[in-house]
């Protein structure tokens, strides 16, 4: 189970024009900031468009390649050197701007597209489950935000209020 292995496959989509742009999200972008933690899959977000004459969006085209290349289906993953692989659209403008933010990172000779510390902590945020929120803690303990940036992705994306809450909930000083 090499996840380079899915990183080298899914650069090799974009080369054979199967997806154009994609950055990894969830915990395994955070891995790349963090310590490592457990995870089940792998999130690929990816910009869809829709086929020529139609007004729906398929991710048949993937799941298509990948079969022909005998990768298989479980559920709404497609298991690729024994991970579980999800591809995902942006679904919020959040998430857009991170796919159209991203970094690159080089993962054992494969360069691998991420969503950048500030955009995964600002997902957190809106997100807001707890696995959620203790990854924004880590994100804030480990020092690894830009925390201007950061405030501005809060504030341009309508969560100043959310971070504000979880401030008053995590940050503040319980001797004050």
Do not use: C
């Not at 089940?40 to 991710?59: K, P, Q, R």
């Not at 990172?105 to 955009?119: N, Q, R």
């Amino acid at each position: 189970m090499k996840i380079e292995e899915v990183f080298r496959t899914i650069n090799q989509m974009k080369v054979d024009h199967v997806i154009e742009r994609y950055a990894v999200g969830g915990a395994v972008a955070a891995t790349f900031y963090l310590e490592p933690v457990s995870t089940l899959d792998v999130d690929i977000f990816i910009e869809l468009h829709t086929a020529t004459g139609s007004l729906l969006v398929s991710l048949d085209p993937i799941f298509g390649y990948l079969r022909e290349r005998g990768y298989k289906m479980e559920g709404e993953h497609i298991v690729i050197s024994g991970w579980p692989v999800q591809f995902v659209p942006p679904t919020s403008p959040l998430i857009e701007q991170a796919l159209n933010h991203a970094t690159e990172v080089d993962v054992e000779g494969a360069t691998v597209s991420i969503f950048t510390a500030e955009h995964l902590a600002a997902i957190a945020l809106q997100t807001g489950r707890a696995k959620d929120k203790a990854r924004l803690l880590q994100f804030l303990e480990s020092r690894t935000l830009e925390m201007t940036q950061f405030e501005k992705i809060v504030k341009r994306h309508g969560l100043t209020e959310k971070w504000q809450r979880f401030q008053q909930q995590f940050l503040r000083d319980p001797t004050s």
